[in-house]
């Protein structure tokens, strides 16, 4: 089945700087990535997406890149701010299979 | 919002009792999932449907249960089999591609006293 590897596991930053955050992906056949976002005692939303046919997608201050040779998909965050701190969750998903979720990076954005 | 309600938010179970979580959806989802989700454990697969009859083990299916028998709805019963069973429980659903964004309910916390 699909294994996800998710980095960093925590990320500190300062209000203003980049976030990145690195997932890795096994299954070939994958060609879905999604990443959610979840604040304390919420349920995961979804904030962005990128499908196999697309190299990189922005969304104002999010950003995701696709490497399928590699095999890995980024998540970047630009001008951070205090309401941007949360547990991220990147996914891939086959279509053949399920959803299969990293470990989450909990993102810390301090004033 | 979102078109998926899970109940109840909090649920208190003794040890040996076997306990059903509720998970409805009314977005017309072929796909529904169940997660677990402990510190630094991200979510872990439990069981997943893709259709009304028809469910496969996750992950982590070791002392859970499902029945699928509407499309709407995807109980999952955590039974006494389950030697951990305290943990954050998060049902999701989906379409199958290309729409495939999971929407999830708001979550069942269940804790074992």
């Known amino acids: 089945g699909e294994n996800v590897e998710q980095h960093p596991s925590t990320l500190s930053v300062q209000e203003g700087d980049s976030a990145v955050i690195k997932c890795t992906y096994s299954d070939s056949a994958s060609n879905y990535f999604p990443w959610y976002k979840q604040e304390l005692g919420k349920r995961p939303q979804l904030i962005i997406d990128i499908r196999s046919n697309v190299g990189e997608k922005k969304d104002q201050r999010i950003a995701v890149t696709l490497n399928k040779t590699a095999k890995h998909f980024s998540l970047h965050i630009t001008e951070t701010q205090p309401e941007d701190s949360a547990v991220y969750f990147c996914a891939a998903f086959s279509g053949y299979s399920t959803l299969t979720f990293g470990k989450g990076t909990m993102l810390l954005v301090s004033p | 919002d979102g078109g998926i309600t899970q109940s109840p938010k909090y649920l208190f179970r003794k040890e040996g009792q076997n306990v059903t979580l509720s998970c409805e959806q009314n977005l017309n989802h072929d796909a529904m999932y169940w997660y677990r989700q402990d510190p630094g454990q991200g979510l872990r697969l439990i069981y997943y449907?893709?259709?009304?009859?028809?469910?496969q083990k996750g992950d982590i299916a070791e002392g859970y249960s499902v029945s699928r028998e509407k499309k709407e709805s995807f109980p999952l019963t955590v039974t006494s089999a389950q030697k951990n069973p305290t943990a954050f429980y998060l049902c999701?659903?989906?379409?199958?591609?290309?729409?495939?964004?999971?929407?999830f309910g708001q979550g069942t916390r269940l804790t074992v006293v």
């Open positions: 999701a659903s989906s379409q199958d591609l290309p729409t495939a964004e999971a929407f």
């Open positions: 449907s893709q259709i009304v009859n028809d469910f």
